[in-house]
Structures are given as structure tokens and as C-alpha cells.
């Protein structure tokens, strides 16, 4: 008898039905209904996770290679074994192959160098007032990267800060068969965009 009156009193003190515990049951209620609320109003609507905007990228400078003044683009077709010891490229073209850079709006420190290991570029670093040029060359031929029988693409590849990235200024060494005697020709030469 007094196991089940102690039970009975227990079931008494936590039984959600009695009125103390409803109220405790709403105002834990209204207290996840304000935290809701409150996460509601802080983060958005559906609970969403805003963040700030990133500012746009500020517009990059563009730089351009061109002809220098008064050349054109040149090519030569040698005996491959002519021209395969000659390291600088100006004795076989019949002068240095080069194009002129032009900077943009913006000063340019710039970078250069070769999409390639068997040619070298000169200057490989300077600095170009706004809309200012200079002139980039093609300084050594490394014949031991040529592929002689195949076609040889090279660019020469420009990076400055605030600037897009340029390349261009295609130098080339490529096959052109052989003589009426049999001999391995190669065309050597370049453009300018």
C-alpha cells in the first residue's frame, strides 16, 4: 500500500497534465519560438546563409604585340645543317627577330619568357610607361630541344600586375623536307601579331 501511494504521488509530481507544467510547456514554447525568430531576422529569409558580395575585379590593362617599325614578319628556309649550330637567331633571320610591345593604359612591370625550352627571350623583366612600348626579342636558339623532323611552336608569354596575361609573338622552327639532293631543310622565322 504505501509502494503504490509513493508511486501515485510521484506520477502526481510529473505529470504533464497538470496545470504548472503546461505553463511550463509554453514557455519553453515561446522561448524556441523567439530564438527562431531572432536566427530568422539575423541570418533570412528560410534560413539561408547570406554572406557579403565580393567586390567585382577591377578591370585589368591590356597589352598588345606589334610589328616594329619599318619590318615585316620574316622567314628563311636553310640546310638544317647551316643553321643548326647557330645559337642566335638574328644570323640566321638576317636580323634579330623581335616584335614591339605595346603597354596599356596603366604602368606595366612586366615579365617575359618562353612557352618553350629551346628558345630564349630578351628582356625577360621591364618596366613600360603608360601606353608606352618596347621591343622583345628572341635571343638564343637551344638546338638540343628542337625537335629538327617535327614542327617546333614557340610564344613568347608577357605577365605584369594589373594586366591580362598576353601571348603571343610566335616563333617558329619547322621542317620543310628535304632538297633536290636529299638535304633536311628547316624554315626559321616568326610572326607578330
Known amino acids: 500500500m504505501q509502494i503504490l501511494i509513493a508511486t501515485s504521488t510521484f506520477w502526481q509530481a510529473r505529470n504533464p497534465r497538470r496545470p504548472e507544467s503546461r505553463s511550463r510547456v509554453l514557455g519553453a514554447a515561446c522561448v524556441a519560438l523567439s530564438l527562431c525568430w531572432l536566427s530568422f531576422t539575423l541570418v533570412g529569409c528560410g534560413g ?75 628582356p625577360q623583366a621591364g618596366n613600360i610607361q603608360p601606353n608606352g612600348t618596347t621591343s622583345i626579342g628572341i635571343s638564343t636558339i637551344i638546338w638540343s630541344n628542337v625537335a629538327t623532323g617535327g614542327q617546333n611552336n614557340g610564344f613568347v608569354i608577357v605577365s605584369a600586375p594589373g594586366y591580362n596575361q598576353l601571348t603571343g609573338f610566335t616563333f617558329f622552327i619547322r621542317s620543310a623536307g628535304t632538297s633536290s639532293n636529299g638535304t633536311p631543310m628547316v624554315t626559321v622565322g616568326y610572326t607578330c601579331p
Open 48 to 122: 539561408k546563409n547570406t554572406s557579403v558580395s565580393t567586390p567585382a575585379a577591377p578591370t585589368l590593362a591590356t597589352a598588345t604585340f606589334g610589328l616594329p617599325a619599318g619590318t615585316g614578319d620574316s622567314s628563311v628556309t636553310e640546310p638544317l645543317s647551316a643553321v643548326q649550330n647557330i645559337s642566335d637567331p638574328a644570323k640566321i633571320l638576317f636580323g634579330a627577330p623581335a616584335c614591339t610591345l605595346h603597354a596599356g593604359n596603366a604602368p606595366m612591370v612586366f615579365t617575359a619568357g618562353a612557352s618553350s625550352t629551346w628558345f630564349g627571350v630578351t
